[in-house]
């Protein structure tokens, strides 16, 4: 019995992809399945699947090299982010239990926390305090407003005493599969995308677990409906699709495209689906159980 877990690293470069290449590089002991930068969000989305052993030493060694490569203090980019490495979340895969993959991420926060002094805060499945639950909650406000509240109570990770100086601090996480996937419309009104991202995000009385940001594409002239679909099982793809037409219906827009980024998993695809959701960049080496089969 094979055991495998998913990590998912976020890591804040998103322009520069040979520096994006020689980050994901460090990785020696996992499988990557897909990287996705976006230069607006100038942000990379690395995808690895292994045993745990093997990505925990995968998502480790990234973020030394990532570290040693990046500052956060000058970073800029349109995704909330409180760090060099913004996040890492365990996902398990394959005969592993949700309390098992905890304990690998909290050794992965233990080690990252002790050899980079880099301040963690644990959050999904690997929350330690319920504040720390949601990870908008660990994020809120984004570095410069992590900077001015750190020495607040509740702002205090759950490891370290102080923001490293140019890594910031880093979320680790266990969840579910969360789809990412990205709405672009026609326009460059920032605020018509931020109100379809209101509309339909759960918090604001949208779809179940739907979270959703308004963005700026400035290198299109264009803007950005962000989607991370945390419960794929009871709102579906074609849900948050609709949903978007009907509000950009409504606001007299059109939608350009649709991307995924990073992987999908199999019960989330339903036929037609990249004609569907506008897909162009669609490809079945997305759906996870091509690889882990």
């Keep these: ?18 520096l994006v290449a020689d980050i994901v590089s460090a990785i020696k002991t996992a499988k990557v399945l897909n990287v996705h930068s976006d230069p607006d969000h100038n942000r990379t989305v690395v995808t690895i699947v292994g045993e745990p052993d093997a990505v ?42 949700v309390a098992e993959t905890v304990d690998v991420a909290r050794e992965f926060g233990e080690k990252v926390a002790t050899k980079f002094a880099l301040p963690v805060y644990f959050y999904g499945a690997a929350a330690k305090i319920a504040e720390h639950k949601e990870l908008p909650n660990v994020r809120r406000g984004g570095y410069k407003v992590l900077k001015e509240e750190f020495t607040n109570a509740r702002r205090k990770p759950d490891l370290g005493d102080k923001l490293h100086p140019h890594a910031g601090a880093l979320a680790v996480g266990v969840r579910d599969f969360l789809i990412a996937f990205n709405v672009n419309l026609e326009t460059s009104d ?9 509309n339909i995000r759960e918090k604001s009385g949208g779809l179940p677990g739907v979270r ?15 989607i991370n679909v945390c419960d794929h099982r009871t709102t579906s793809l074609k849900q ?27 019960e989330a695809v339903f036929e037609g689906m990249q004609e569907y959701l506008k897909l162009p960049g669609f490809s079945s080496k997305q759906i996870l159980e091509h690889h882990v089969n």
């Excluded at 019995?1 to 040979?18: A, R, Y």
């Excluded at 920032?190 to 379809?196: M, Q, V």
């Excluded at 948050?240 to 199999?266: C, H």
Aim: overall charge negative; charged content about 25%; hydrophobic content about 45%.
């Design 56 to 97: 925990q030493l995968a998502a480790f060694d990234l973020t030394q090299r990532a570290m040693q490569l990046l500052d956060i203090n000058k970073h800029e980019g349109e995704h909330p982010y409180i760090g060099v490495v913004d996040v890492v979340p365990f996902i398990p895969i394959k005969d592993i239990s």
């Design 190 to 198: 920032i605020d018509l995308a931020k109100s379809i991202a209101k």
């Design 240 to 266: 948050v699709f609709d949903e978007v037409g009907k509000w950009a219906r409504t606001y007299n827009v059109n939608i350009l495209e649709s991307e995924l980024v990073g992987m999908i998993p199999q």
């Design 1 to 18: 019995m094979v055991k495998l877990i998913e990590c998912v690293p976020n890591f804040s470069e998103g322009k520069d992809l040979e």
């Design 212 to 226: 959703a940001l308004g963005i700026s594409l400035t290198s299109r002239n264009i803007t950005q409906v962000s």
